[in-house]
């Protein structure tokens, strides 16, 4: 799951065999971004944290980078459309997308807990280049292969 700049509260339902709470792990990657369980634990990023069934994780605004990925044990169990899970708000495929107070179903863990307690990642360059390549949608920019993009909180990556 993607957030755009922070600002998400997510309220983790968690229920095993015969309806007891359970727990759940997750993980946050990509921009780095101040992150709290209601309980106070700081959620690091690139990190496994244990979480309880009703809790709220809460995440701020990251100081740099703009997308943070929440990664849950088992993902979201959605129908996939054409092999993928994912909303493109271009084409309408995929599930709806999100808005407040929607429920995602989780699916279950497969297989054992993998052994692993920090995933390293290489701190970003301030500066990048990104190569360009057409795409299936190329004949949108005017036949140029490359135009100025404007990526805002309403946007797709298909053709950016």
Do not use: K
């Amino acid at each position: 799951m993607e957030a755009t700049f922070g600002g998400l509260r997510l309220r983790l339902r968690a229920r095993g065999p015969g309806g007891t709470p359970s727990v759940r792990y997750m993980a946050l990657t990509g921009a780095p971004c101040p992150a709290r369980l209601d309980d106070g634990r700081t959620v690091a990023p690139n990190t496994p944290i244990a979480v309880y069934d009703g809790q709220v994780l809460e995440l701020g605004a990251p100081p740099s980078g703009l997308h943070t990925y929440i990664a849950v044990r088992g993902g979201i169990d959605v129908e996939p459309s054409l092999g993928s899970r994912a909303t493109d708000l271009l084409s309408g495929l995929g599930p709806a997308p999100l808005t407040a107070g929607a429920l995602l179903p989780v699916g279950a863990p497969g297989g054992p807990m993998p052994g692993v307690d920090l995933a390293h990642r290489s701190a970003l360059p301030d500066d990048m280049t990104l190569r360009v390549v057409p795409g299936p949608r190329d004949d949108w920019s005017g036949g140029t292969s490359v135009v100025p993009a404007r990526v805002g909180g309403r946007r797709c990556f298909s053709g950016l």
